[in-house]
Each structure stands twice: as structure tokens, then as C-alpha cells.
């Protein structure tokens, strides 16, 4: 039950993460790209989205687990990858829905 509680707040963190670094891309596009460069605003799902595509590309996997063997390293950043790409692909969809 204590996993899952921990589990819960990680979830938790996240939303309101994403929730926060949405409502910022949402206000300075608004503040300095739609008059500076003339371009329409964006919708809160559309800042999330974007959210989404910064967080991506700015992604950094640290894989420095010292002792540990090559094979183990090399798959556990396979996994790290995929599952990461995985959850970003899905929270973009997600932001998809409510553009």
C-alpha cells in the first residue's frame, strides 16, 4: 500500500507539473510571440502540447550505475528509452485531444 501512495503523489507531481509549465509556454506566448511576430495564441491544450515536445527534446538519461555489468546497462537504457518515448507519445496524444 505504501508504493501506491507513493505512486499516487508521483502522479500527482506530474499533473500539476504539467499543469504549471503549461500555463507559463500559455502566458509568454501570449506576452511576447503574439505580438511580436503577429502569430495567434495558443490553447491551453496546444501550451501543453508544446510542454510535451520541449520536455522530449530535452530529455537526458543518466545511466551511471557504477559495478554494474555492460548487458545490464545497455538494456536497462533500452527500457528507459522506450518507456519514456512511450510516455511522451501518450501525454502528447493526450494534449492532440484537446487542441
Request: aromatic content about 14%.
Given at each position: 500500500m505504501e508504493n501506491f501512495g507513493k505512486f499516487m503523489f508521483a502522479l500527482l507531481v506530474l499533473v500539476v507539473g504539467s499543469v504549471i509549465n503549461s500555463f507559463v509556454?500559455?502566458?509568454?506566448w501570449l506576452w511576447i510571440l503574439v505580438p511580436v511576430f503577429a502569430l495567434t495564441p495558443l490553447t491551453m491544450g496546444a501550451s501543453f502540447g508544446l510542454s510535451v515536445i520541449v520536455s522530449f527534446l530535452k530529455q537526458r538519461v543518466d545511466n551511471k550505475e557504477p559495478g554494474a555489468d555492460?548487458?545490464?546497462k545497455i538494456v536497462k537504457l533500452l527500457i528507459t528509452v522506450i518507456v519514456t518515448a512511450g510516455a511522451y507519445l501518450l501525454f502528447g496524444w493526450i494534449a492532440s485531444m484537446m487542441i
Open positions: 509556454i500559455y502566458k509568454l555492460e548487458t545490464d
